[in-house]
């Protein structure tokens, strides 16, 4: 890509070096819930950011930076993103006007994106849905935007209440998004293994009869709730 002739607030940015595709494969199927538990239960976006087509995603972000309204830069950054990219995205706020449609999901699919997620709202969901594209957003809207600008692409943004940089990783299911920064790629899968080691021990002892954790009663009893 071409440096930015942009000004600040109004600029498409490069992305940052891509990180190698077997790395990012090895999010795939990965809970977000388990991500974040491995990142010390940070880096998840709020409640609010929820799945509109029930698809999970992976992959890393082109992140775009929309004006309230607006969503400009948005058609911009589907061109800019590659095949298995997510384009992630906030609205600074407004959640009544869609960013994101069926018809601009048929550019998203025809390109082999890998999902967007939007803090603010999207529509067609049927439509997105059945292009088989992984969605996220704050709302749902029929209301339309504009298309004049400014806004921003490949710049640290937040989204669900979390910081997401460019490049960086993001994961997401039925119960979310987690956010894996691109530099911590490598031991967030590593503490992700072990955490799902602890889970199958676990589940282990729980199928042999051990349906309750000793740990429990032990801190009551040194708390004086229960002898």
Known sequence: MATSKGK?????LPSPPRLPSALVARFR?????????????FGFMDPGIRSRTGLPLHGVAVTVLCRPGDN?????ALQVAEPGEIVVVSTCGSTTTALFGELMCHTAAAKKL???IVDGAIRDVDGIKALGMPAFSR????GSCDKDGPGEINVPISCGN????PGDIVVGDDDGVTVVPRDSAEEVLALVDELMARERKRIAEIQGGGLYRA???????????ID
């Open 162 to 165: 979390t910081v997401v940089m």
């Open 72 to 76: 400009f830069m948005l058609h911009k």
């Open 8 to 12: 600040l607030g109004f600029r498409v």
């Open 114 to 116: 890998g999902g967007i």
């Open 29 to 41: 199927g990965l809970a977000s819930a388990n991500v974040a538990d491995a990142m010390g239960r």
């Open 215 to 225: 740990e429990i009663d032990e801190a009551l009893r040194k708390k004086g709730v």
């Open 139 to 142: 709302t749902v809207s029929p």
